[in-house]
């Protein structure tokens, strides 16, 4: 099946630092999405992103709709021990008369205060 | 606004036993619905989605099934559990909104099941 290759895998990192993440595929999206899962929660929606090229922010985080719609990144700026969690890239794809979103492997954030 | 329910939170259920976890959504009509399970807290594995009441596509081969009795519900089953249906498993809804691109889904709190 689709595969989206998600790095890093983990990341442990102090508080303030800067993080960056991101996803890759050889097969082209429509829609690239990043969430966050909390420990013992259902993934929540951080960032959508719907165009090739498409920079978006939110708060402290920015993403990237690759330019080849293969890939896209999520940076997280001025990290704080509340941005602790897994965070997951998903590509939607239009396949089978419906949208079907693929997810990568999610990357583990730990904030060391 | 939109909101999606699980239940139950938790749940330790014997091996052979039956299942049901249900799932609702409230303050849309006619969404997409999913069931997902996640192993060890990483990696979501897409096992059930419906477009409509009555209709379900199953993404892979397994002990589990879904049914769709009304528009907002979407309940998970099994006959008899096997060891290995333990894991965390989330309903989601989506939407399409704006045409291709826009069919976002959002999940619900999850639930833990421990097989033993």
């Known amino acids: 099946g689709q595969q989206l290759n998600q790095s890093p895998q983990s990341m442990f990192i102090q508080e303030g630092e800067d993080v960056s993440m991101n996803c890759t595929s050889s097969?082209?999206?429509?829609?690239w999405l990043w969430y966050k899962q909390d420990p013992g929660e259902g993934p929540v929606l951080l960032i959508a992103l719907y165009k090739a090229g498409e920079l978006t922010s939110n708060g402290r985080l920015t993403a990237q709709f690759g330019i080849t719609r293969k890939d896209s990144f999520l940076n997280i700026s001025a990290s704080i021990p509340s941005d602790v969690g897994i965070y997951f890239c998903?590509?939607?794809?239009?396949?089978?008369?419906?949208?079907?979103?693929?997810f990568g492997k999610g990357t583990k954030l730990t904030v060391n205060p | 606004s939109q909101t999606i329910h699980q239940w139950p939170a938790t749940l330790v259920q014997p091996v052979g036993s039956p299942l049901s976890l249900e799932c609702t959504v409230e303050g849309t009509s006619n969404p997409n619905l999913y069931w997902y399970r996640q192993a060890a807290g990483r990696g979501l594995q897409l096992l059930f989605y419906s477009v409509g009441i009555g209709q379900i596509s199953s993404e892979v081969p397994q002990n589990l099934s879904a049914s769709r009795p009304q528009d907002r519900q979407f309940i998970l089953s099994s006959k008899k559990l096997l060891l290995s249906d333990s894991g965390f498993y989330l309903c989601a809804w989506s939407r399409l909104a704006g045409g291709l691109g826009k069919n976002i889904q959002y999940f619900g709190a999850g639930t833990r099941l421990s097989v033993l």
């Open positions: 998903a590509g939607l794809k239009f396949r089978g008369g419906s949208e079907k979103l693929v």
């Open positions: 097969s082209i999206f429509n829609t």
